[in-house]
């Protein structure tokens, strides 16, 4: 027989049980709540790169333009003009018509400036970053064999100076054959992307010359931190790097560039 005090017991448990089960609800719900609030402040702080990386991808999405290596065109030594299906031997240099002291990238629509030989000194970056691209002092540069360090923000805090804050917050959707175009001391070089990988930021093998002429494009990944570096890597195909010289750059370094 159940007695009273049996009762008592029982819904002592349950009401225990249930008072559980509330603390566990609510500590979610908080959680979930903070994640929510983060998330909306990290895509506030990020709003320019996160934007760029939706119109990028409406255009070539949704639009459906054609951002390809097709409708590029291609200026290797015996290779052709190829525009969509059109298709015709190239009679002269067809280069974009540039500023001087300018990166193009035109299947991204990066069109942007570049100060030359700045130090590797978080505060010559950071301001180097505020007017566009930087190349970093100690590597190769444009007509030379050698590698060409090149970085610029993927994201930036939305009060941060500058109009560059997130210009290569598309940099990762480059693929092996897309084009890149420098314009330095009244020449056009042509770079041919190669491919892409993320490394740590003490990965200083990025900074490695090399006999080749060759242009490395590095930012900070993911977008919105400096965790790790995207670094995307292109071959000179024009003018003939066989006519390049040799670079006398020299380098040390203890730590990859930070531009967030």
């Known amino acids: 027989m159940i007695t009273e005090d049996d009762l008592v017991k029982i819904f002592a448990k349950d009401k225990r049980e249930s008072s ?22 990290y895509f506030i702080i990020n709003f320019s790169a996160f934007s760029g990386k939706i119109s990028y ?3 070539t999405q949704i639009k459906a333009e054609t951002y390809s290596a097709q409708t590029q065109i291609v200026l290797e030594p015996g290779l052709v003009v190829s525009t969509g299906n059109v298709v015709a031997p190239p009679k002269e240099r067809n280069l974009p018509t540039m500023q001087e002291n300018y990166v193009k990238i035109p299947v991204l629509n990066i069109d942007a400036p570049i100060t030359w030989r700045v130090n590797n000194v978080p505060a010559d970056v950071s301001l180097g970053l505020e007017n566009g691209l930087i190349h970093i002092n100690g590597t190769a540069l444009p007509g030379e064999k050698g ?49 892409q990988k993320v490394v740590v930021p003490t990965d200083l093998s990025v900074f490695n010359q090399t006999d080749q002429s060759k242009l490395t494009l590095v930012t900070c990944w993911p977008i919105g931190t400096s965790l790790k570096r995207l670094v995307v890597e292109a071959k000179q195909i024009d003018p003939d790097p066989a006519n390049n010289k040799k670079s006398t750059e020299t380098i040390n370094m203890t730590q990859l560039p930070a531009g967030r």
């Open 20 to 41: 559980s089960l509330d603390i566990f609800f609510l500590s979610l719900n908080r959680l979930l709540m903070l994640v929510g609030a983060l998330a909306v402040v």
């Open 147 to 195: 590698n060409i360090y090149v970085t610029g923000h993927s994201s930036n805090y939305i009060w941060a100076k500058g109009n560059y804050n997130s210009i290569f917050a598309t940099l990762d959707q480059l693929i092996v054959g897309d084009l890149i175009y420098v314009k330095f001391n009244g020449e056009t070089y042509v770079y041919k992307v190669s491919g």
């Open 57 to 59: 991808w409406y255009k």
